[in-house]
């Protein structure tokens, strides 16, 4: 018989139960000296940007509602593990909180009963936002017919480039429509500056190390990891066919430089884009306002197309990233935590300005003809780069969750690794990954099974 308590089907993955036992004790001392106060909200969440937006308006939020005490606390990196502990312990949870898109799979597995956020399509309905939230934007944040959270952003995608040095070697890129077009420029910008017989050009830079950039073409084409079922299609032809073209990137076209540093926002990666060395991105929405942050002295060099497409006439962008916000089963007054939620979410003046700090679309619909989305960006030389956001929002490809996608993507990064770097095969490496992920997915679901047959 299975122990319903092995470690490897453990819900937090392979992390040690002591870690669970630690941010329980931690959590009950929290919420012991924190107690609530009647008319309050506890709020978490991970990420400095959101953190200043919601502080910043929270005095707007309280003349609205002059008695509600509203608690924003920004946990960082660790907020996720701290939620998951309070959500299986069923204690110290928040009332409300914000989960990353690739974190959101841990908080879905066991029996519906289990899952510790609330169903919020009964919410969406009866207060008529279904029809003004963009439709592929729930994918991540539903399962099993349910939505567990409300989409924060969209995050299309757009290729970033030097139009400066493109310029200059005698390419426009806004007549580059496919992907094969894009390679046969890149070969002739991608080259050997300083003459010492090593490229130090390259066309565009990718991640040969985590899913990011291949995730990218993947939903592009219409696949991903999992289907809308749930079921495991990353063992699929579109899944094989898109990582060898991938590869091809590095290996046979010799267009591609790996990610400077750990991601494309490292300090090391800005330096090599000032030195000239990266003349393109595959860059969301959010990744434009960090670009406009940390490099302010490239203003003017950089514009933006739709991301190139597989055919003619195909899909020309993708998504990455995302977060949502959703109400915990701990929540003592949802009512008010909803309308906390349709203030940071829904409010269009909040949105506008969420738009010029970070670049962020929002998915709401009636938002997307606001002025400020619309308007000419002197960074990128007075694109209207929103315009351009929002043009691609149809595009938007669907996002399928599984609760098993933090354990599939630590899995898919090795699996880039390995074929982009060491040479094997894409077919053979994506048939094992998806053998490896329905083991544990099976063996996760024997368990649940043995639980509800012995409670």
């Known amino acids: 018989m299975l122990n319903p308590f092995d470690r490897d089907s453990f819900p937090i993955g392979k992390a040690p139960i002591a ?7 931690s959590s009950i001392l929290l919420l012991i000296s924190n107690k609530k106060k009647d008319n309050s909200l506890e709020f978490w969440i991970f990420a400095n940007t959101h953190y200043d937006e919601y502080q910043a308006r929270l005095p707007l939020f309280n003349q609205l509602y002059p008695d509600v005490n509203v608690e924003l606390i920004n946990f960082g990196g660790t907020m996720h593990d701290k939620l998951l502990t309070a959500l299986l312990s069923n ?7 914000e989960v990353e898109i690739t974190s959101i799979g841990r908080f879905l597995k066991g029996a519906i009963e289990e899952i510790g956020f609330m169903d919020l399509r009964p919410l969406l309905e009866n207060e008529g936002w279904m029809h003004d939230l963009i439709p592929n934007r729930f994918t991540p944040w539903s399962y099993n017919g349910r939505i567990y959270g409300i989409p924060h952003d969209l995050h299309p995608v757009v290729l970033l480039y030097r139009d400066d040095i493109f310029k200059t070697a005698g390419f426009d890129l806004t007549k580059i429509n496919t992907w094969d077009e894009f390679i046969n420029v890149g070969k002739e910008v991608t080259r050997d500056t300083d003459g010492d017989g090593n490229i130090d050009q390259f066309a565009i830079v990718l991640d040969n190390k985590t899913e990011s950039d291949y995730f990218n073409f993947l939903l592009q084409r219409g696949g991903g990891f999992f289907d809308e079922n749930g079921n495991v299609v990353i063992d699929s032809d579109i899944a094989i066919d898109t990582l060898e073209f991938y590869s091809s990137l590095f290996n046979e076209h010799k267009i591609a430089t790996p990610v400077y540093g750990t991601w494309h926002g490292h300090p090391s990666n800005f330096a090599a884009m000032q030195d000239g060395k990266i003349l393109s991105i595959l860059a969301p929405d959010w990744y434009v306002g960090i670009l406009k942050s940390q490099v302010p002295q490239m ?3 950089w514009k933006a197309i739709p991301m190139p497409s597989w055919e003619e006439g195909g899909r020309r962008t993708t998504t990455r990233g995302g977060t949502m916000i959703g109400i915990t089963k701990q929540c003592e007054n949802p009512d008010l935590a909803w309308k906390l939620i349709e203030f940071t979410y829904f409010n269009k003046e909040g949105l506008a300005n969420r738009f010029e700090t970070t670049m962020i679309i929002p998915p ?13 960006d002197e960074y990128l030389g007075g694109q209207r780069i929103g315009k351009l956001f929002i043009d691609l929002v149809p595009d938007i490809p669907p996002r399928y969750q599984n609760p098993y996608w933090s354990e599939a993507s630590d899995l898919l990064n090795n699996t880039i690794f ?15 990954l998806a053998a490896t992920v329905r083991i544990i997915i099976s063996k996760d679901q024997m368990r649940w099974s043995i639980k509800e047959k012995n409670p």
């Open 91 to 97: 204690f110290g949870a928040p009332d409300i909180v």
């Open 299 to 301: 203003a003017g060099k």
């Open 19 to 25: 870690m669970l036992i630690l941010f329980m004790i």
């Open 418 to 432: 390995e074929v982009v770097t060491e040479n094997k095969s894409s077919r053979t490496a994506l048939i094992d």
């Open 364 to 376: 709401i619909k009636s938002a997307l003809d606001l002025p400020i989305f619309h308007e000419p």
